[in-house]
């Protein structure tokens, strides 16, 4: 399958608990993406990272990247309900070749 | 203003019609997709046209031919639709060279 993984496919936490989601691609990559995706909605993109860059923060998102490992992590701090959505990375090796991941459900219980 | 819009939003029609899924983008973007949900929300890239090129993704069906009349627009149209087609299909936007993608609100297809 073409498909990425993503680790774990389901994640239960309370209000104010950090996040962590994880990725896995399977081609070397220039750059890879996080996106949010709310139920019945299109995706929102969070954040993206080159392949040069190990670690990247946009304000409560923190993403780190590990080429050697093909693998990367996504961590939501302090979250809140508001974040209950599914999220997914997207691996980029060039405009053309664009592989998601299978998705991590995440639910912040208020 | 919507930046990516999609029509329609809903369409449900009978296996073997032919039917077309209309995809508009004001952000002054060249580089378009689709993309294909299905229903355990694996999401797989179908094409890329950045209206120069068009990359086909090879396990898409040539039932399936996405027609660019302009920048701003790229179309999905679908022959002989099969139940298997039945989807949520995506609509997105970038610049080609910056990667963030901007995503339409979906169109979901139900072949019955």
């Known amino acids: 399958s073409q498909q990425g993984e993503e680790d774990p496919q389901a994640l239960s936490i309370q209000e104010g608990e950090n996040a962590t989601m994880n990725c896995s691609y399977k081609?070397?990559?220039?750059?890879l993406q996080w996106y949010r995706q709310n139920s019945g909605r299109g995706l929102v993109h969070l954040i993206l990272i080159r392949s040069n860059e190990r670690e990247k923060h946009s304000g409560r998102l923190r993403v780190t990247l590990d080429t050697s490992k093909k693998s990367s992590s996504l961590l939501i701090t302090a979250s809140r309900a508001a974040d209950t959505a599914s999220y997914f990375c997207?691996?980029?090796?060039?405009?053309?070749?664009?592989?998601f991941g299978k998705g991590t459900k995440l639910s912040v219980i208020p | 203003d919507t930046a990516v819009s999609q029509t329609p939003k809903y369409l449900v029609t009978q296996m073997g019609n032919d039917k077309s899924i209309k995809c508009e983008q004001n952000l002054g973007h060249d580089t378009m997709y689709w993309y294909k949900q299905d229903s355990k929300k694996f999401l797989k890239i179908m094409f890329s046209?950045?209206?120069?090129?068009?990359?086909i993704n090879e396990t898409v069906p040539n039932r399936f031919s996405p027609k660019s009349p302009d920048k701003a627009h790229l179309n999905l149209h679908i022959n002989s639709l099969e139940l298997g087609d039945s989807a949520v299909y995506f609509c997105?936007?970038?610049?080609?060279?910056?990667?963030?993608?901007?995503f339409g609100p979906g169109t979901r297809l139900t072949v019955l």
């Open positions: 081609t070397s990559i220039n750059n």
């Open positions: 046209y950045n209206n120069k090129e068009l990359i």
């Open positions: 997105a936007s970038s610049h080609w060279e910056v990667h963030e993608q901007f």
């Open positions: 997207l691996s980029g090796a060039g405009s053309y070749q664009l592989t």
